[in-house]
């Protein structure tokens, strides 16, 4: 059974640091691995998607790695703003997008 | 971009009702809908997958009669959370599945069951 699991459970950090959250998940057996954003009481953004054979994708200020091998993934996000401020989930596609979500990191940049 | 309309986003219900979740897709056919639900502080858990016109799939440990799901359309699918208890109390979310197989989410359900 896949299983992920994402370190930190929260982080808080200054405006302007650079940070990392990481996932990994039990099962090298994906489809892709997307991470989202999810907002109090809102529904998920998805912020980056990487597929089995790509090693990273990039969107403006994120950067996202996978290690499939590993069972590892990380989200850097650079210059960090206190809009930046969510839960940040990852999740893995098991097969016909049928995801395994991780319990996310809540991260709060404070300005 | 695509948009899934999800409603209500929040709803109180007293114990034993019924409480219906819907999920549309405003501007895209949605081949499939998936259901989740997310306890708090723990992550979102599938619960259950359906094709329009079909059955729908649940996953192991959820209720197929206590969540009735009907997806009657490619725009609209349903959960309805038959004779609801306190432990159903729950942040509940869906996911369309579009043609070109992209994901949208709505923006979810928080029930309170009292």
């Known amino acids: 059974k896949q299983e992920v699991t994402q370190i930190p459970a929260a982080l808080s950090v200054p405006e302007g640091e650079n940070l990392v959250l990481n996932c990994s998940f039990t099962?090298?057996?994906?489809?892709?691995l997307q991470w989202f954003r999810q907002d109090p009481g809102k529904g998920l953004t998805s912020l980056l998607l990487?597929?089995?054979?790509?090693r990273e994708q990039t969107s403006g200020r994120l950067n996202a790695s996978l290690d499939k091998s590993s069972g590892r993934s990380t989200l850097y996000i650079a210059a960090s703003q206190p809009g930046d401020s969510a839960t940040y989930l990852c999740?893995?596609?098991?097969?016909?997008?049928?995801?395994?979500f991780g319990t996310g990191t809540r991260l709060l940049v404070s300005p | 971009g695509a948009v899934v309309s999800q409603h209500p986003s929040r709803v109180i219900c007293k114990s034993g009702t019924s409480v219906k979740i819907e999920c549309r897709s405003l501007?895209?056919?949605?081949?499939?809908m998936f259901w989740y639900r997310q306890f708090p502080k723990q992550s979102l858990m599938l619960m259950a997958t359906s094709n329009e016109g079909s059955k729908a799939t649940y996953e192991q440990g959820v209720e197929k009669d206590k969540f009735l799901i009907n997806h009657a359309s490619l725009t609209l699918s349903t959960l309805t959370v038959t004779s609801a208890h306190p432990e159903d109390s729950s942040f509940y979310i869906c996911s369309a599945r579009s043609w070109e197989e992209k994901l949208f989410f709505g923006s979810g359900t928080q029930l309170s069951v009292l």
């Open positions: 990487i597929q089995s054979s790509q």
């Open positions: 999740a893995v596609d098991t097969g016909f997008q049928k995801l395994v």
């Open positions: 501007d895209f056919q949605a081949t499939t």
């Open positions: 099962d090298s057996a994906i489809y892709n």
